[in-house]
């Protein structure tokens, strides 16, 4: 049991769509993330997915009911994603994120692709 | 699905040792709360905690292994509390923590009080 300093764990790392563990509760894993430019749209389908930005300004394109939107998500704000729901993270500029998700989660969700990370480092 | 703003939530109330709901993803809840003073020594049976200070200092008590620690928690940074672990958050000037923690978790944990929570309002 320690404390974490979320800055500090952010200057460990500078790759982009990489998430990090930085702690575990329950059936979770806390990540830490740096996007720059746009991922891939993807769905979970049985996991609910929170993102907070630390730093930064996140867009979050969402489709629903056969429509695709844009939430602008601000530090200090978050939002979550439920499952099932197809959603896109990009960022204009390096944004900082943490994550809340099962530990079941693949950050790419339904789809695999280059960007698919199946072993995350801890840090 | 909708955007949350942690710091606008805050000023919706200033009851101490209240938590809200803000937010729930897969099977807990994501709960902003203010503290001032000390709570009460609990544990929480099978709940796994997260605090994330968003305002002020945490002082963290813990017991474990028959020893009383305290883990200080600042501004920027979170501490995971494992399920079974005696805790008593306690805090000398008003402190903003968002809390992460399964939704059965009773905030006053094996113990009931004045303080106990069994329902939480949802802002």
Redesign the interface.
Request: a negative charge.
């Given at each position: 049991?320690?404390?974490?300093?979320?800055?500090e764990k952010f200057t460990r790392f500078s790759d982009h769509f990489s998430p990090k563990i930085v702690?575990?509760?329950?059936?979770?894993y806390?990540k830490l993330v740096k996007l720059k430019g746009e991922f891939v749209w993807h769905h979970h389908d049985a996991?609910?997915?929170?993102f907070m930005v630390v730093k930064g300004t996140l867009r979050m394109g969402?489709r629903?009911d056969g429509r695709e939107r844009e939430?602008?998500?601000?530090q200090?704000?978050?939002?979550?994603?439920?499952r099932g729901?197809e959603h896109r993270p990009a960022a204009d500029e390096e944004v900082h994120l943490m994550l809340?998700?099962?530990k079941t989660t693949l950050n790419t969700g339904n789809v695999r692709n280059e960007r698919t990370r199946d072993e995350l480092e801890r840090i």
């Open positions: 049991m320690q404390v974490v300093n979320v800055a702690g575990e509760l329950n059936d979770s806390v996991e609910d997915e929170l969402i629903e939430e602008v998500v601000h200090g704000e978050f939002i979550i994603v439920p729901v809340l998700e099962p």
